[in-house]
């Protein structure tokens, strides 16, 4: 189907395409409906034009490629693609690569950024659609494949990417979904306060503090009381750590807690900005 042009609707539901399927540059006026269908081989989609809604609900690609492909509307399935929970289909849509679609490993790389381009597509059609929490979550699917493509490659690219890997983690991946999210920032500030704190209210001598029983409610208020004041970086200085492993942790705090209120700051900009 590849350059074909299509007055009405293309309707593909339920689909079983074994190999290939071809619609570059092609231009379909009506519907594109690929509800639950699969297409075994790579889907290529290069310049296609959909003149309505393209169905993509529960759909299964072993390769996408959206590559300046355009349509007026999406439909990935009820509330989908989400970032904020971890059920199994966030996405609405199942994308396979590698071992999983029998492809060489050499070849994983390239079709992860394939991958990218279907979540690039998604964004820009969401966000032509004023659906601007949708179009977050596509933008944070399109990074996650931008990432595993970088680390699917080889050599230089590779190296830089792996070295890069626990800092993307650690301060965009996990905290704040690469900026699309406020739920995860507070998140992290609640998981880390009470993770120091916890830590401090059970070991109470690390902290300078001696206390009879660690299991008084009193001794674990002032410990999240001051896991909060040193994550914020406020420092009231009612409390002093004295030993060496309180002070390296206090300081750990801080720096995290710094790390992330100026993260979340970033998030809410870019919130109040679009």
């Known amino acids: 189907m590849a350059e074909s042009t299509i007055e009405g609707t293309a309707d593909f539901m339920d689909a079983k395409i074994k190999w290939a399927a071809f619609f570059e540059s092609s231009k379909i006026k009506g519907n594109a409906v690929f509800t639950d269908a699969k297409i075994g081989g790579a889907a290529d989609f290069i310049n296609a034009e959909i003149g309505g809604t393209a169905f993509f609900g529960n759909a299964e690609f072993r390769d996408a490629k959206f ?22 289909n966030r996405e609405g849509v199942t994308l396979f690569a590698g071992k999983d679609s029998g492809m060489k490993n050499s070849f994983r790389g390239h079709s992860f950024w394939n991958f990218a381009t279907f979540w690039s597509f998604a964004r820009r059609t969401f966000a032509k659609m004023d659906e601007r929490e949708r179009a977050d979550a596509a933008y944070y699917f399109e990074k996650l494949w ?4 970088r680390l699917a490659s080889s050599g230089r690219e590779k190296l830089m990417a792996m070295a890069g890997y626990p800092f993307e983690v650690l301060f965009l991946r996990l905290p704040i979904a690469y900026g699309t999210s406020l739920v995860r920032p507070l998140m992290s500030w609640f998981v880390m306060i009470v993770l120091f704190g916890g830590f401090y209210a059970g070991f109470p001598s690390l902290i300078g503090r001696t206390v ?11 410990s999240m009381h001051f896991s909060v004041t040193t994550f914020t970086t406020l420092g009231l200085g009612d409390i002093h750590p004295t030993r060496l492993l309180g002070k390296a942790l206090t300081s750990i705090e801080a720096v995290v807690g710094g790390v992330l209120m100026a993260l979340t700051v970033v998030v809410i900009s870019r919130k109040l900005m679009r």
């Open 67 to 88: 590559k300046g492909t355009e349509a007026s509307a999406i439909y990935l399935g009820e509330g989908k693609p989400t970032i904020l929970w971890w059920e199994r």
């Open 146 to 149: 931008q990432r595993r493509s």
């Open 212 to 222: 009879k029983s660690i299991w008084t409610l009193s001794n674990w208020v002032i």
